[in-house]
């Protein structure tokens, strides 16, 4: 069986089992391409040209289909567990928020 048919239905079984949302499966499948070894231009085809910034501005919504606000979400919970991990001694740096 190919890898990618295994992933299928690992992500269908997942879908039936936990009862996941279809803004879920976007949001697992976007995260599964930006994680692949695929080419950049494949990702920036498939997830939206910036598909490599944080936050909100490195989602295409029109091509990942997922809200803004959950992109947001998950920017802010990263920022806050970095905070927690270097006890507010770290400064993001400003690549990062592009």
């Given at each position: 069986?190919?890898?990618?048919?295994?992933?299928?239905?690992?992500?269908?079984?997942?879908?039936?089992?936990?009862?996941?949302?279809?803004?879920?499966?976007?949001?697992?499948?976007?995260?599964?391409?930006?994680?692949?070894?695929?080419?950049?231009?494949?990702?920036?085809?498939?997830?939206?040209?910036?598909?490599?910034?944080?936050?909100?501005?490195?989602?295409?919504?029109?091509?990942?289909?997922?809200?803004?606000?959950?992109?947001?979400?998950?920017?802010?919970?990263?920022?806050?567990?970095?905070?927690?991990?270097?006890?507010n001694n770290v400064i993001l740096?400003?690549?990062?928020?592009?």
């Open positions: 069986m190919h890898k990618k048919h295994h992933k299928l239905i690992i992500i269908v079984v997942l879908f039936q089992l936990w009862k996941l949302s279809s803004c879920d499966l976007c949001e697992i499948a976007r995260n599964s391409v930006y994680q692949s070894g695929f080419s950049h231009a494949l990702k920036a085809h498939w997830i939206g040209k910036n598909y490599y910034k944080r936050g909100p501005s490195g989602n295409d919504i029109h091509r990942t289909n997922v809200p803004t606000i959950r992109i947001e979400f998950r920017d802010l919970i990263w920022r806050d567990e970095m905070q927690l991990v270097y006890l740096p400003d690549e990062v928020d592009q």
